[in-house]
């Protein structure tokens, strides 16, 4: 499915307008209005958010500042990924306004079928651009995780894990996840 834009030419009042129930997004001024995630993607990203959370957002390995779904600006570019992180010794608090504008060190995209096109071109094109180091393209459906490394100002696959194995991904190498425990 190819998302296409909700309208064309938008503001940040546009953006704002949007029903709470959609997650809105825009890219070069084009305003997207996805629909909420179903319970298999809020599933995934709640029991990974607890297992990165317990082990690594303030004390763990590189200590690390980590959001459910910040809103990230970057000039005309508004997104809102399911997850992202920043490494405390880049954000050593959290910010009190609405959206961040330092880009992360680490994002989550949870795929689904409204929303994996936007994720995996748009949003991973400005990733790259911002310096995003690392970003994990998980999809609760087939259970696997993609992890994909900047290199070069492009995307590398870093690695690709799947079913129910416990792993370590980076940039969060010192802690093994249960994969298991993100699907339903």
Not at 7 to 34: C, I, N, Q, W
Request: aromatic share 8%; proline share 8%; charged share 20%.
């Amino acid at each position: 499915m190819t998302a296409k834009p909700f309208k064309k030419g938008a503001t940040y009042d546009d953006l704002r307008d949007v029903p709470d129930h959609f997650v809105a997004e825009m890219f070069d001024g084009d305003l997207y209005a996805s629909p909420r995630p179903g319970l298999p993607h809020v599933h995934a990203t709640s029991v990974l958010t607890g297992q990165l959370i317990g082990g690594f957002h303030r004390s763990g390995p590189g200590g690390w500042v980590i959001l459910c779904e910040p809103e990230l600006h970057f000039g005309n570019d508004v997104l809102v990924p399911d997850l992202a992180g920043w490494r405390r010794e880049r954000l050593p608090s959290v910010p009190p306004d609405a959206y961040v504008t330092l880009a992360p060190d680490w994002v989550c995209e949870v795929l689904s079928a409204a929303t994996e096109s936007i994720d995996r071109g748009r949003k991973l094109r400005v990733y790259a651009r911002e310096r995003v180091g690392h970003v994990w393209l998980v999809d609760p459906l087939r259970r696997t995780i993609e992890v994909l490394a900047l290199d070069s100002g492009g995307w590398a696959a870093a690695a690709r894990h799947e079913g129910s194995a416990n792993v370590c991904a980076a940039p969060f190498a010192g802690q093994a996840l249960d994969l298991g425990a993100l699907w339903i």
